[in-house]
């Protein structure tokens, strides 16, 4: 088993209750949530379009944890200023996003907040490699983005493995974060064995088979003991 202080729980609020927002993010808030999941698409980048800065000003209204904001963006570096407005925001984008990734990293490190970078199922670890030094978060992608609701692609439990052997082999500070298809069972069960610190789950939390404290609960306790 893990120890709870090592991994982090972020309700994804894509699969929230749009017509009930910002009571869905205080319930997460209120049941534990260390992060909230902000998923940002642009119809381009992946196919759907989800929300942009009036909602994601929102919802960091209702919570006082830090927001995890996922730029499934084109050319996420234009809209920085858009989306990172405090330095508690912790900003992710996609290396398959990025013309100049080593730049658009060291613009949000210099706006002072945290940095990812998100890797989809068919990009390998080596987008990554050269700026790990620089990361807070590797996200690995456990399904193709765009989408809620999608299955847990097993093959990313290697990559799981694989970028933390490459991050404890370079001695680097960065969290592995999962994305996609996370649920209180066998899927964060394995994730957090493979070495992910932080989960991001959207439909096991926000559902209407129990309530989001109990969600939470399952959650947290599918794989502490």
């Known amino acids: 088993m893990v120890s709870e202080a090592r991994i982090l729980i972020a309700p994804s609020v894509l699969s929230a209750n749009f017509a009930d927002l910002g009571r869905e993010v205080r ?3 209120d049941a534990g949530a260390d992060l909230i999941h902000v998923d940002i698409m642009d119809g ?8 942009g800065e009036v909602v994601v000003d929102a919802i960091r209204a209702n919570t006082d944890v830090p927001l995890n904001i996922h730029l499934m963006i084109q050319e996420p570096e234009t809209l920085l200023s858009t989306f990172a407005k405090v330095e508690s925001d ?3 984008v996609h290396a398959e996003a990025c013309g100049h990734l080593h730049r658009t990293v060291c613009r949000i490190k210099d706006k002072g907040n945290q940095v990812g970078v998100a890797i989809n199922p068919g990009t390998p670890l080596s987008a990554v490699e050269d700026v790990l030094p620089l990361l807070d978060m590797v996200m690995i992608m456990s399904v193709n983005p765009g989408a809620s609701g999608q299955s847990f692609i097993p093959q990313s439990l290697d990559k799981i493995r694989r970028v933390k052997t490459m991050i404890d082999q370079g001695k680097h ?5 999962v994305d996609g298809g996370i649920k209180a069972d ?4 394995d994730s957090v064995k493979a070495g992910a610190t932080i989960l991001v789950a959207g439909s096991a939390i926000f559902n209407h088979q129990e309530s989001i404290p109990d969600a939470m609960n399952n959650m947290r306790g599918c794989f502490l003991g």
């Open 186 to 189: 066998w899927t964060a069960q």
């Open 90 to 92: 912790q900003i992710l």
């Open 44 to 51: 381009l980048f992946v196919p759907a379009i989800s929300f």
């Open 173 to 177: 500070d960065a969290q592995i974060e």
């Open 27 to 29: 319930a997460v808030t």
